[in-house]
T-cell receptor
């Protein structure tokens, strides 16, 4: 069963703009991870934020986590055409064993040159 | 550095046929996973192996079997393929026993069609 739900499901922006994607989840978590999937390829891990962290940066990526609202956001600044991909949040729930990373359905980002 | 390698990349089966999807990782990871990805459904865990010699069911294990052949290799077998198993299958690995503080490394997938 899906734990995380990305919002919006699709986003189209112009190159240079910022893109914000949101993820909501239902149960308590150990950590939350964001992945990118280019068309026809496997998922690539972008960033992991632990439940005791509120914000994390990696290059042009900024992730926030609000455990009280059970939500996370991924901000991509100064987007590029190469950022066009599907983005997934995945939660590591505290219940059910740490093996079971649960993925959302994904969100498609299109960056127009 | 190959990472996670899956074979084959594409496969078409007739209903009732069997096949094995192969996966190998060269990162010395303990844990390996099989997911399926369907449109609008995200990724769903089929089976996982927390360490060599152990396997456990995930969310959608029915119709599948797995073998953790050694630390590097984790195969997924469809004994009698059904159209509902048409999907893209991804193998993944991670360093730790579980996913806590450890990202997953994915292969590029096997696209399976069952007619």
């Amino acid at each position: 069963s899906q734990q995380g739900e990305e919002d919006p499901q699709a986003l189209s922006i112009q190159e240079g703009e910022n893109a914000t994607m949101n993820c909501s989840y239902k149960t308590s978590i150990n950590n939350l991870q964001w992945y990118r999937q280019n068309s026809g390829r496997g998922l690539v891990h972008l960033i992991l934020i632990r439940s005791n962290e509120r914000e994390k940066h990696s290059g042009r990526l900024r992730v926030t986590l609000d455990t009280s609202k059970k939500s996370s956001s991924l901000l991509i600044t100064a987007s590029r055409a190469a950022d066009t991909a599907s983005y997934f949040c995945a939660t590591d729930p505290t219940q059910g064993g740490s093996e079971k990373l649960v993925f959302g359905k994904g969100m498609k980002l299109t960056v127009n040159p | 550095n190959a990472g996670v390698t899956q074979t084959p990349k594409f496969q078409v089966l007739k209903t009732g046929q069997s096949m094995t999807l192969q996966c190998a990782q060269d990162m010395n990871h303990n844990s390996m996973y099989w997911y399926r990805q369907d449109p609008g459904m995200g990724l769903r865990l089929i089976y996982y192996s927390a360490s060599e010699g152990t396997t456990d069911k995930g969310e959608v294990p029915n119709g599948y079997n797995v073998s953790r052949l050694n630390k590097r290799e984790f195969s997924l077998r469809l004994e009698s393929a059904a159209p509902s198993q048409t999907s893209v299958y991804f193998c993944a690995s991670s360093q730790d026993r579980g996913t806590y503080n450890s990202p997953l490394h994915f292969g590029n997938g096997t696209r399976l069609t069952v007619t």
